[in-house]
């Protein structure tokens, strides 16, 4: 392809083959068929399918979950709360299904009681939250104590010996 000289004044230096440019209905069947083009494209995928991942990525991670290794691991750093937290949501929505929307208990905290029946969406998953967490420090402090112990009694059994 040729792309056309210009003079001074713009026009078109003799001899030189001038490419025309598309006009507005040109435009327009040039988008159409762009536009069927792509259509085509993600009609075997479907308007809200989600994208397929490749095989090889499964086996993958599947190999990684299956390790001996990695689940010692893991279950380690869920007990001593190490978790990332998106995770340990998803291990409590597995183990016990979605939570229910309709929560009638009273919870005290300190000398305040809360009655959870009366807040609203936004402040009941906000309370959860701080329940959660604080269970989740009494739980670590807990494996915390029992590995200092355990430490402790594995010290003195060498000291012993």
């Known amino acids: 392809m040729t792309v056309p000289l ?3 004044d713009g026009s078109p ?3 030189t083959p001038v490419i025309p440019q598309p006009t ?4 327009r069947r040039i988008a159409l068929q762009n536009l069927a083009k ?5 009609k075997a995928r479907g308007t809200h399918a989600p ?3 490749p095989l090889e990525a499964k086996q993958f ?10 689940r010692k691991n893991f279950r380690q750093r869920m007990l001593l709360g190490e978790m990332a937290p998106a995770l340990e949501v998803m291990a409590w929505h597995y183990a016990l299904g979605k939570p229910t929307d309709k929560h009638e208990f009273v919870h005290s905290i300190g000398v305040t009681t ?12 906000v309370m959860k939250e701080l329940l959660l967490m604080q269970e989740a420090a009494a739980a670590r402090q807990q494996a915390l104590d029992i590995q200092a112990q355990l430490d402790a ?6 000291d012993a010996a």
């Open 6 to 8: 210009y003079d001074d």
């Open 13 to 15: 230096v003799e001899g």
């Open 24 to 27: 507005g209905e040109d435009k």
């Open 38 to 42: 792509a259509q085509a494209r993600n």
């Open 51 to 53: 994208k397929r991942v």
């Open 61 to 70: 991670l599947r190999r990684i979950l299956d390790d001996g290794n990695y």
């Open 114 to 125: 809360i009655n959870l029946e009366k807040l609203n969406d936004h402040q009941l998953a």
């Open 153 to 158: 009694d594995a010290e003195d059994a060498h």
